[in-house]
Antibody, heavy 120, light 107 residues
Framework: EVQLVESGGGLVQPGGSLRLSCAASGFTFSSYAMHWVRQAPGKGLEYVSAISSNGGSTYYANSVKGRFTISRDNSKNTLYLQMGSLRAEDMAVYYC?????????????WGQGTLVTVSS | DIQMTQSPSSLSASVGDRVTITCQASQDISNYLNWYQQKPGKAPKLLIYDASNLETGVPSRFSGSGSGTDFTFTISSLQPEDIATYYCQQYDNLPVTFGQGTKVEIK
């Protein structure tokens, strides 16, 4: 059974940093690209970042470019999102999602999400 | 970025009704369009991919159609368990972008 479990969310002050993790199981993690998608409270879904299966290619939404870094450790079956210079508008539930085939394909499995709260 | 305009933003229908949601892309995205269902407090779930293909295990009352810039999502007979917010998503180009969502309620 495919499972994606996010962790690392919590309360952080504006300007602070946080690292999210997404532990994958039930599939060959190293064969799949991954996305981070977020959802602000009461709002819709917003793409954050993407990474290819081998980690060689990464992409970012303009809203997080230069502040967030996506990475992965295929030996640990884990995806990461390092978030810095956090702003109030970054407050959201962050989901990791598997990409079915390649970097641009449907997100066929999602984690349960981890909440990031940015507040002083 | 490709803009996805989804409508309506919410709707209320009776059990058994046919429900239709539309999604319009700001440029031609061929059939690179997915539909997701999100129930409160839960992660999105893929229902339809490539505009019209039903994901494995998804009930056949859900369907999708369209290509280019105009797409339609249909629930042929609304069930109580279909109460959720539905999103379209284009994946023709990065960044993938989502519609604003349609909240479906029971009348």
């Amino acid at each position: 059974e495919v499972q994606l479990v996010e962790s690392g969310g919590g309360l952080v002050q504006p300007g602070g940093s946080l690292r999210l993790s997404c532990a994958a199981s039930g599939f060959t993690f190293s064969s799949y690209a991954m996305h981070w998608v977020r959802q602000a409270p009461g709002k819709g879904l917003e793409y954050v970042s993407a990474i290819s299966s081998n980690g060689g290619s990464t992409y970012y939404a303009n809203s997080v470019k230069g502040r967030f870094t996506i990475s992965r450790d295929n030996s640990k079956n884990t995806l990461y999102l390092q978030m810095g210079s956090l702003r109030a508008e970054d407050m959201a539930v962050y989901y990791c999602a598997r990409v079915r085939n390649g970097l641009l394909h449907p997100n066929d499995y999602w984690g349960q999400g981890t909440l990031v709260t940015v507040s002083s | 970025d490709i803009q996805m305009t989804q409508s309506p933003s919410s709707l209320s229908a009776s059990v058994g009704d046919r429900v239709t949601i539309t999604c319009q892309a700001s440029q031609d995205i061929s059939n690179y369009l997915n539909w997701y269902q999100q129930k409160p407090g839960k992660a999105p779930k893929l229902l339809i991919y490539d505009a019209s293909n039903l994901e494995t295990g998804v009930p056949s009352r859900f369907s999708g159609s369209g290509s280019g810039t105009d797409f339609t999502f249909t629930i042929s007979s609304l069930q109580p368990e279909d109460i959720a917010t539905y999103y379209c998503q284009q994946y023709d180009n990065l960044p993938v972008t989502f519609g604003q969502g349609t909240k479906v309620e029971i009348k």
